[in-house]
């Protein structure tokens, strides 16, 4: 390499350093090189260590650009430096080599990448298993706390038929929750879409769901309001499914609600689909995580729970063929709002 300059570093000496201009290529001929990056603040990611007879530092060279990882001395070494204008003439002279180099660059990418993909997808998958499991807990904390004041009771030698009975009552519901939420965290877990296919009343089922949302609120003294009676029609609707739907939104707000909150509940036609708004007293909604709120695991401004019951509320309403998003406005709190079609215009 007649053009090339020799250049020797010693064990820990920077050789370039992330950002730095790529002015030419190396080749080691004897020792062995580190290659590094900074992912943000903390220590640097070694990318790989090469030997003798190994290339590094063309890539900048090629694009254009500043170097986009350092690179350093692990123990004495001797290197050949090509300059940039020098190595592109090489190149232009020599359609070999540039394919040499191009083979050599796609190797080493592929390497990094099954490197790194791996790291990624290990800790992508620690993380979303502590997420889920806290999610779990967050969410059978409420039910399983009932059960046991609810066994309490029913177990007190001064306890009544009828108090024995109210609380077995409290009892079978709470485990009906338990059920309905495992399988919704199995359903999450699908990749299919469910579509809801059964229909019903709204304003029925709104009906017969409103006191056990109260009930639910009670525990914090918050009070549910209803504006305006829902909607007499016939949508597309999984009770089961719904029900799931309105618990999330209004435990959630009694999460964030300090004691004597309101949440509020309004309905209204918007052509072929009946709209429901859920509102509470609050703060709002956190510009920070607006955009991603119906994201799994997301959460903000709460002393525990993950965020996933949103992204459950997501996956149901869309498998019901709605829509799902909230909304803030001045002077006012969370605004949650979802739409569900009339029967005969679903999914």
Same mark, same amino acid.
């Given at each position: ?149 609810? +066994? ?8 009544? %038929? =009828?108090? &024995? $009975?109210? !609380? ?32 019903? +009343? ?8 409103? %006191? =056990?949302? &109260? $009930?639910? !609120? ?130």
């Amino acid at each position: 390499m007649a053009v090339a300059q020799t250049r020797s570093f010693t064990a820990g000496q920077q050789i370039f350093s992330e950002g730095d201009p790529g002015d030419g290529m190396y080749v080691i001929q004897d020792g062995l090189v580190e290659i590094s990056a900074f992912p943000g603040k903390g220590p640097p990611h070694i990318l790989s260590q090469l030997g003798p007879g190994e290339v590094f530092g063309e890539m900048a060279v090629i694009e254009e650009n500043a170097r986009s990882a350092s690179a350093s001395a692990v123990k004495e070494c001797t290197l050949y430096f090509l300059p940039r204008t020098e190595m592109l003439a090489l190149l232009h002279r020599s359609p070999g080599l540039a394919m040499n180099a191009l083979q050599d660059i796609s190797h080493r990418l592929r390497a990094f990448n099954q490197l790194h993909l791996r790291e990624i997808m290990q800790a992508e998958r620690l993380a979303v298993f502590g997420s889920f499991a806290r999610s779990i807990i967050h969410d059978l904390k409420t039910p399983l706390t009932i059960i046991g004041l609810s +066994s309490e009771m029913a177990c007190m030698p001064t306890a009544t %038929p =009828e108090k &024995r $009975a109210q !609380a077995l009552e409290r009892i079978r519901k709470q485990i009906g929750r338990i059920n309905d939420m495992v399988g919704d965290i199995l359903e999450f877990t699908r990749t299919q879409q469910v579509k809801a296919q059964t229909t019903a +009343s709204y304003l029925d089922f709104i009906n017969e769901l409103l %006191p =056990e949302l &109260r $009930a639910e !609120a009670q525990a914090k003294t918050i009070a549910i309001e209803l504006e305006n009676e829902a909607p007499a029609l016939t949508v597309v609707l999984d009770s089961k499914r719904l029900r799931r739907v309105f618990f999330n939104l209004v435990h959630n707000a009694c999460d964030i609600l300090p004691d004597n909150g309101k949440i509020f509940l309004r309905f209204r036609v918007d052509g072929q689909e009946v709209v429901t708004e859920v509102e509470d007293t609050g703060r709002g909604i956190a510009p920070e995580i607006a955009d991603k709120l119906f994201q799994p695991f997301v959460t903000h401004g709460k002393t525990h729970g993950t965020g996933l019951g949103l992204s459950i509320c997501k996956k149901t309403i869309e498998d019901h063929g709605g829509r799902i998003w909230c909304r803030n406005e001045p002077g006012r709190g969370a605004i949650f709002c979802f739409s569900l079609p009339v029967a005969g215009n679903g999914p």
